[in-house]
């Protein structure tokens, strides 16, 4: 199949492509915004790839958690292409991608947990063996976090931009830094949806939403007394 994955939770904008087995195109960039290069990611993925939108089989993306600018961003960019080329898309956690990075440091079985900072002193995170969750994506300040670890009492490898700002935290018990595993990468969003695709699944673009977990800071203006 040729698909087209994204993910725009954090500030790594990361675009991956395949277009042929074994063949894998990817572009990565910091941005402060993604408003102001995704689009041009992915035509440069493409071109690199050798592909228009309409040779896409189906569209990946990242639902989060994360940043809720980034992830409103990216969503309405994949439903925009799909919806352009009349293509299906897949939404999976943005959490997905580290903790199948993780996995394939080994040894097999280890629990994973893939941890994105979510500002307040909370961190997202999820928990993973051999790539797989082990339940639904959670929200909890690291000490919390790191107190559930140890209480696990196995070897755990830590995940994401959140494990590195609070490693102080959440490196307790067994629990040591996934190294390399730091940025969510798009390539794995192609590997776990690639056969989900491939049985039929996908989600509806005109329902699908961001998974926030926590409500938004933004309100209405209020009416003047």
């Known amino acids: 199949m040729r698909l087209l994955a994204l993910d725009t939770a954090t500030r790594h904008a990361t675009v991956a492509i395949s277009s042929a087995p074994g063949h894998l195109v990817e572009r990565e960039r910091e941005v402060t915004t993604h408003s102001e290069g995704l689009l041009s990611l992915i035509d440069e993925a493409l071109r690199a790839a050798g592909l228009r939108v309409t040779d896409l089989d189906a569209v990946i993306c990242g639902r989060g958690p994360g940043s809720f600018t980034g992830l409103r961003i990216g969503l309405a960019t994949a439903k925009g292409l799909c919806l352009a080329a009349r293509k299906p898309l897949l939404c999976l956690s943005s959490l997905l991608p580290l903790g199948r990075a993780a996995a394939e440091l080994g040894p ?4 994973c947990v893939a ?3 979510a500002r ?3 961190v997202y995170y999820g928990l993973f063996r051999d790539g797989e969750p082990l339940g639904p994506e959670a929200l909890a300040r690291p000490e919390i976090l790191g107190e559930e670890l140890r209480r ?3 070897p755990v490898l830590l995940a994401g931009d959140g494990a590195l700002l609070y490693r102080e935290q959440l490196l307790v018990g067994g629990a040591v830094l996934a190294e390399g595993c730091h940025a969510v990468r798009a390539r794995y969003l192609l590997q ?3 056969p989900r695709l491939e049985a039929g699944e996908s989600d509806d673009l005109a329902s699908v939403v961001p998974v926030y977990i926590r409500p938004s800071d933004a309100r209405l203006p209020q009416p003047k007394s």
């Open 192 to 194: 776990a949806g690639a």
């Open 120 to 122: 307040r002193e909370e």
């Open 108 to 111: 097999p079985g280890r629990l």
């Open 115 to 117: 941890v994105l900072d």
């Open 152 to 154: 696990r009492g196995e």
